[in-house]
């Protein structure tokens, strides 16, 4: 019995076989590689781990049902063929985005300590707070992209030392511009804070501006590594500090002199001499990056010392 020439077995047709079988591959491998090799993927916010379970999940549909399609007749056309490899491209595209999703993972420098400080973690942020209780005022950070939460919990660990609540928060997919509106969860949270100011480093600091910008009822702004998009030239009542390093090979020292012009006359800059993108959190070293010529945990000493006395302007309620 001869085939048709217009349906040809799944096995005379070899290269579009094994494309499926390796996109499916791809599907469950690359979520599994993240889920079970990087622990800040589980530490996160829960969006990331739900996104890799579907993949992993829709892979091995695909890839059973291959298995059972293996044997059955293809039928040939041009439209089909060139339709099937579409779908597979744009398959092997979403994977590639979700292995550049894998986060930057928390490298403490030393053993940890939480003298004075309790920290709670929840599925969307870590809360630290002063053990006498705050002091009336809070701070919002917003992590890096891609860079974990946890990774900011050294630096800022002096800010709750000092009496503010400081809420570190887990971003969808570790992206804050997919939800930067999610300060205003955090404050609405703790209702005992009457004075806050929001955070962020990066790309963190990108949505934190913004959130700034819209929200009267935020006082102070503090950018790591970092400058806003829009002007906040007229934004009234509104206290600044931009923190940068010398060495930032990404938000540069050229970007963050440009910045002057979107922020307030009155703001302050603080130049970490030696500093480089990654030193604005414990998470290793960034691709694209400054090489620094001072050491880790000298230049987060002169972070967290500007950032507790940026936060000292802040009188308690």
């Given amino acids: 019995m001869t085939s048709s020439p217009d349906v040809l077995p799944a096995t005379r047709r070899p290269v579009l076989y094994w494309a499926s079988g390796v996109c499916a591959a791809a599907l469950v491998l690359v979520p599994l590689w993240m889920l079970i090799g990087n622990p800040a993927v589980l530490r996160g916010h829960p969006l990331l781990p739900a996104v890799l ?3 992993a999940v829709v892979g091995l549909l695909w890839g059973v049902l291959l298995w059972r399609r293996r044997r059955v007749p293809l039928k040939r056309s041009v439209p089909r063929a060139v339709g099937a490899w579409a779908v597979r491209l744009v398959v092997l595209a979403l994977v590639a985005m979700l292995a550049w999703l894998n986060p930057f993972a928390y490298q403490p420098a030393g053993a940890a300590t939480a003298a004075g400080v309790s920290v709670a973690e929840e599925p969307t942020a870590i809360v630290l ?11 919002v950070f917003y992590p890096g992209a891609r860079v974990e939460a946890r990774a900011y919990v050294d630096i800022l660990k002096p800010a709750a030392e000092a009496g503010a609540l400081v809420v570190i928060l887990k971003t969808p997919l570790n992206l804050s511009l997919l939800d930067g509106n999610q300060a205003r969860s955090a404050m609405a949270a703790h209702p005992e804070i009457s004075t806050w100011a929001v955070g962020g480093h990066s790309l963190g600091g990108v949505s934190a501006s913004s959130f700034a910008l819209g929200n009267q009822d935020v006082d102070g ?9 829009d002007s906040m030239r007229d934004r009234a009542g509104l206290k600044v500090l931009s923190i940068s390093g010398s060495e930032d090979g990404l938000s540069t020292p050229e970007k963050i002199n440009a910045s002057r012009e979107l922020l307030p006359l009155d703001a302050t800059f603080v130049e970490v001499q030696g500093g480089n993108h990654a030193f604005f959190g414990s998470y290793g070293a960034q691709p694209g990056d400054g090489e620094p010529s001072v050491g880790r945990e000298v230049a987060q000493e002169q972070i ?3 950032t507790v006395a940026f936060l000292a302007q802040f009188g308690m309620s």
């Fill in 53 to 55: 379970v579907s993949a």
């Fill in 221 to 229: 702004l503090l950018l790591y590594a970092s400058y806003p998009l």
């Fill in 304 to 306: 967290s010392a500007a």
């Fill in 129 to 139: 707070t002063p053990d006498g209780g705050p002091a009336g005022k809070g701070l």
